[in-house]
T-cell receptor
Framework: AQSVTQLDSQVPVFEEAPVELRCNYSSSVSVYLFWYVQYPNQGLQLLLKYLSGSTLVKSINGFEAEFNKSQTSFHLRKPSVHISDTAEYFCAVSLPGGGADGLTFGKGTHLIIQP | ETGVTQSPTHLIKTRGQQVTLRCSSQSGHNTVSWYQQALGQGPQFIFQYYREEENGRGNFPPRFSGLQFPNYSSELNVNALELDDSALYLC????????????FGSGTRLTVV
């Protein structure tokens, strides 16, 4: 079975400052890694994913995440945040081979942008 | 390309009742999974359907059941509702091998009173 740990339940940061949201996972096999964002009273939106290949993946809105196999981590970063980035961020894993276990999520990190 | 749509958006039920939630998959997706998200928590995997059969289940009791139809739409049924079933229920569609990730609907907010 897989598990995901998001070390920070809440991260306050000032607008235009950099941010890192931490994610560690546990699995005995290779996994796909995802970051999802959830705005208040909405569903989940895929932010970015790592399937294979380059360990650094980027989204269109300035976020990036780096897969580190030795540390079993997939931390999310953004060099300069905006008020509109205020949301809940979820890290998740799934099995790559069409597994029937769905996604395993962390408990989420609430990113709070302070003006 | 249409996304994932869920209905209804909000629902209030009484303890002991039964409820049915509905989900239409994104065009081209053949796999549907359901998640329960309690307030302040991450989503928890309920089960997954592929080719109209349940092929994976999380740690949920049998009173949580579902269906997948030939057009890949899906239903989640919950019998004998309990207060702890109050949550946001999310539907996600994907390909069997989720190379493009999972597309989520906006969810159904279920309140059990």
């Amino acid at each position: 079975a897989q598990s995901v740990t998001q070390l920070d339940s809440q991260v306050p940061v000032f607008e235009e400052a950099p941010v890192e949201l931490r994610c560690n996972y546990s699995s005995s096999v290779s996994v796909y890694l995802f970051w999802y964002v959830q705005y208040p009273n909405q569903g989940l939106q895929l932010l970015l994913k790592y399937l294979s290949g380059s360990t650094l993946v980027k989204s269109i809105n300035g976020f990036e995440a780096e897969f580190n196999k030795s540390q079993t981590s997939f931390h999310l970063r953004k060099p300069s945040v905006h008020i509109s980035d205020t949301a809940e961020y979820f890290c998740a894993v799934s099995l790559p081979g069409g597994g029937a276990d769905g996604l395993t999520f962390g408990k989420g990190t609430h990113l709070i942008i302070q003006p | 390309e249409t996304g994932v749509t869920q209905s209804p958006t909000h629902l209030i039920k009484t303890r002991g009742q039964q409820v049915t939630l509905r989900c239409s998959s994104q065009s081209g997706h053949n796999t549907v999974s359901w998640y329960q998200q309690a307030l302040g928590q991450g989503p928890q995997f309920i089960f997954q359907y592929y080719r109209e059969e349940e092929n994976g289940r999380g740690n949920f009791p049998p009173r949580f059941s579902g269906l997948q139809f030939p057009n890949y739409s899906s239903e989640l049924n919950v019998n004998a509702l309990e207060l702890d079933d109050s949550a946001l229920y999310l539907c996600a569609s994907s390909l069997w091998v989720p190379n493009y990730g999972y597309t989520f609907g906006s969810g159904t907010r279920l309140t059990v009173v």
